[in-house]
């Protein structure tokens, strides 16, 4: 499956952005989905997830309450919408899949998609 990742920009702090990642082909609901992020010089880090099959959604504490992740099934497309965005939200943000059961780390993942920048401005 191929990813691509969409919906970045630059916001002020409080504001809402949703990042998309589109796969190509069908039977995406076979995929878990986990979005990353990453600061230049760090290492990615999980922020939410969502199952295959079930769809059950998993955030990272920091994120809990502001971020939402659904899964559009007939489009192929995994949304996060990111709410009461804060300064330390501004990453460059990965969305990756695979066929597996949601993982909390990169090595869970076989499939990524290229980034896109978030910019949370305070």
């Known amino acids: 499956v191929q990813l691509q990742a969409s919906g970045g920009g630059l916001v002020q702090a409080g504001d809402s952005l949703t990042l998309s990642c589109a796969a190509s082909?069908?039977?995406?609901?076979?995929?878990?989905v986990g979005w990353f992020r990453q600061l230049p010089g760090k290492e990615r880090e999980f922020v939410a997830g969502?199952?295959?099959?079930?769809?059950?959604?998993y955030y990272v504490d920091s994120v809990k309450g502001r971020f939402i992740l659904s899964r559009d099934v007939n489009r192929s497309l995994i949304h996060l919408q990111m709410n009461n965005l804060k300064s330390e939200d501004t990453a460059v943000y990965h969305c990756?899949?695979?066929?597996?059961?949601?993982?909390?780390?990169?090595?869970?993942?076989?499939?990524w998609g290229q980034g896109t920048q978030v910019t949370v401005s305070s």
């Open positions: 990756a899949a695979d066929l597996g059961d949601m993982g909390y780390e990169t090595k869970a993942y076989k499939y």
């Open positions: 082909g069908r039977a995406f609901s076979r995929y878990s």
């Open positions: 969502i199952s295959n099959w079930a769809d059950t959604t």
